[in-house]
């Protein structure tokens, strides 16, 4: 089992930039990647970013390539996305996720956090 929390949404104004945290615990050592999803009402959880465990390699939305960043703590259990230029359309409730990559994309995702709200006004 694998748990997940997240920390560090929040109400921003568009063009500012946030970071959001997730810290890991227990046994990560069954999933390849971490990332996160983001999701608004009436749609489907979407891909956003998402960094190996090993080497460190990252995979972005195009929606979100070149505003946000995704990076490991030094501790390895900890993964960030920091969230510059943002704008009304990025406001969702923020996952946290770990599982495997394919062709790019965390998937199938094995955990969940349980969600952080960024809402981005105008």
């Known amino acids: 089992q694998v748990h997940l929390v997240e920390s560090g949404g929040g109400l921003v104004q568009a063009g500012d930039s946030l970071r959001l945290s997730c810290a890991a615990s227990?046994?990560?050592?069954?999933?390849?990647?971490m990332g996160w999803f983001r999701q608004v009402p009436g749609k489907e959880r979407e891909f956003v970013a998402a960094i190996m465990w090993y080497g460190g390699r990252t995979y972005y939305a195009d929606s979100v390539k070149g505003r946000f960043t995704i990076s490991r703590g030094d501790a390895k259990n900890t993964v960030y996305l920091q969230m510059g230029s943002l704008k009304p359309e990025d406001t969702a409730v923020y996952y946290c996720?770990?599982?495997?990559?394919?062709?790019?994309?965390?998937?199938?995702?094995?955990?969940w956090g349980q969600g952080t709200q960024v809402t981005v006004s105008s």
């Open positions: 996720a770990a599982g495997q990559i394919v062709m790019g994309i965390l998937r199938p995702v094995d955990y």
């Open positions: 227990g046994r990560t050592f069954t999933t390849v990647a």
